[in-house]
């Protein structure tokens, strides 16, 4: 296994397509998702990316952000996305044809130092056993006055409603176990700082879930982590499960987590 790279739904070794096929789903179900494109702008406006520069994408998955950036920086610039995931990477070539995908890991970034203009990683450093090594890393690779915006949650935020409380207690908790790095939005900064970069500006949304998935796939993934750690049996499941249901049946559903991107440069 890569250095940092833990398992998790989105870690850095090899997986089936199947669960390929299910990593993409999440993707796509939360890119449809209103806080994810508004972010993506902030962090475009942000970068105030010129026509002609290179750009990295860490972490590209089904490469939606590099398409934005390469249709940003035009056909004089150049984005490349890294991922270690080969399905990924072939996902991202068929998405966002302008823009280039090699293998990589966020911890060894193929480029020379000072070579880069922008660099971003959205929801990349929640997987990561080690950010700090990543925003050092990103330090080396940017050239002097090249810019960041690193995005990822912060789990501490996730709220669920209805339920009764101890068992939404027991569910935002595995929410928080499912990744090696649940609080990496509120470390952003200090990791970006301590890398020698100037942090300028942070934009925040909330990943908002609509109640036509307050029983989904998220939520029962939830309820079976709750159940393997043994902390509530089946029963309390299939009783929280209906209590969303019925919240979402009468507008009374809420399920969030809160996302910040983080700028800096150097
Ligand atoms: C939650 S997805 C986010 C994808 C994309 N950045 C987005 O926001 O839609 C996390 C991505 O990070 C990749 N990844 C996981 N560990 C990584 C590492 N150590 N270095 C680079 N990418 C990594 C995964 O393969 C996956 O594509």
């Known amino acids: 296994m890569p250095d940092g790279a833990r398992r998790g739904l989105f870690h850095a070794d090899e997986i089936s397509p199947a669960d390929l096929a299910k990593q993409i789903a999440t993707l796509d179900q939360q890119s449809g998702l209103p806080g994810i494109p508004r972010l993506r702008a902030w962090t475009i406006a942000a970068l105030g990316l010129r026509s002609g520069e290179k750009v990295l994408d860490i972490g590209s998955g089904t490469g939606e952000l590099a398409r934005l950036l390469a249709e940003t920086v035009g056909a004089d610039g150049e984005v490349t996305g890294i991922d ?54 990103i330090a080396r690779v940017l050239r002097p006055g090249g810019r960041v915006v690193v995005t990822d949650v912060d789990w501490a935020t996730a709220i669920l409603h209805p339920g009764e409380p101890d068992i939404v207690r027991v569910m935002t908790e595995s929410m928080r176990c499912g990744v090696v790095n649940p609080f990496a939005a509120r470390g952003l900064p200090g990791q970006l700082a301590g890398a020698g970069l100037t942090v300028d500006d942070t934009g925040s949304q909330a990943l908002i879930q609509s109640p036509d998935a307050a029983t989904g796939p998220m939520v029962r993934m939830l309820c079976r982590m709750a159940v393997d750690r043994g902390v509530i049996g089946a029963e309390d499941c299939e009783r929280f499960l209906a209590d969303l249901a019925a919240g979402a049946e009468n507008g009374n559903f809420h399920m969030s987590v809160t996302m910040f991107a983080v700028l800096a440069h150097r």
């Open 84 to 137: 270690p995931n080969p399905g990924m990477r072939a996902e991202a070539e068929r998405r966002a044809p302008r823009a280039t995908f090699v293998d990589g890991n966020a911890y060894a970034l193929p480029f020379d130092d000072g070579s880069l203009d922008a660099v971003t990683c959205e929801r990349v450093f929640q997987h990561l056993d080690h950010p700090e090594k990543v925003t050092a890393e």
